[in-house]
C-alpha cells in the first residue's frame, strides 16, 4: 500500500521540479511517468523484506538494490515506455559515484534520475514509513541541502529548496483525484 501513494507522490513531486528547471511540456510528462513507474522492480523484492519495521540486513538491501535493474527489465519489452526506463533505472545513482545499480557519477546520472532521486528521498523522508513516522519538513529539507553536491544535483536541489515546501507538503497529502496528471485531449 505505500508503494503506490508514494509512487503517485514521487511523480507529482517530479513533476513539479521539471516544471520549475522550464523542461518541455513534453518532458515533464515523461518524468511524471517515470515518478510513477519508478519502483515498479520491487515486485522483484521480497514482501517481508518490504515491510521489514527495522533495520534492513546487507542481504536484504543488497536485494533491495536491484529494483531499478529489475523495473528496467520488466517495462525493457514496451517500446513505448522506452523514454521512462532511464528513469526508473537512475534514481538511486548519485553525483559522488557512490549510487546504484551501475555507480554512474556526475553528468553521467542522466536529468530524469537525478530528478527522480530528489523527489523519492523526499518523499520518503516526509511520510511514514514501515521502520519509522515521517521525519519533519526542517529535518528533509536539511538533509537535501547537507547532501546537495553528494547525493543530490546542486541546482536542482536549489531549485527546489526554493519552492514553497510546506504548502507543496499540503498538496500531496490530499487525496489525488487521478494517477495520471495529463489533461485529456481537446475535441476540435
Known amino acids: 500500500p505505500y508503494t503506490c501513494g508514494h509512487s503517485q507522490r514521487v511523480a507529482v ?8 528547471i522550464s523542461l518541455p511540456e513534453d518532458k515533464v510528462q515523461q518524468i511524471y511517468l517515470c515518478g510513477l513507474l519508478h519502483d515498479v522492480g520491487k515486485i522483484g523484492v521480497a514482501e517481508a523484506t518490504l515491510r521489514k519495521p527495522g533495520r534492513l540486513t546487507d542481504e536484504e538491501f543488497t536485494d533491495i538494490k536491484r529494483h531499478p535493474d529489475c ?3 520488466i517495462l ?7 523514454p521512462v526506463i532511464v528513469g ?13 545499480p551501475q555507480g ?13 532521486g530528489i523527489a523519492d528521498t523526499f518523499d520518503a523522508m516526509t511520510s511514514d514509513r514501515t521502520y519509522r513516522k515521517a521525519l519533519p519538513l526542517e529535518v528533509a529539507i536539511e538533509e537535501i541541502r547537507r547532501n546537495s553536491g553528494t ?3 546542486p541546482v536542482l ?3 527546489f529548496l526554493s519552492m514553497d515546501l510546506a504548502a507543496f507538503l499540503e498538496e500531496l497529502r490530499s ?9 485529456p485531449p481537446q475535441e476540435r
Open 13 to 20: 513531486i517530479s513533476q513539479r521540479i521539471a516544471r520549475e
Open 71 to 73: 523495473g528496467a527489465r
Open 76 to 82: 525493457g519489452g514496451i517500446r513505448q515506455l522506452d
Open 88 to 100: 526508473i533505472l537512475t534514481h538511486h545513482e548519485r553525483l559522488d559515484g557512490r549510487g546504484y
Open 104 to 116: 554512474l557519477k556526475g553528468d553521467q546520472v542522466p536529468i530524469e534520475g537525478r530528478i527522480i
Open 151 to 153: 547525493q543530490f544535483d
Open 157 to 159: 536541489a536549489e531549485k
Open 175 to 183: 487525496p489525488a483525484q487521478t494517477v495520471f496528471a495529463v489533461q
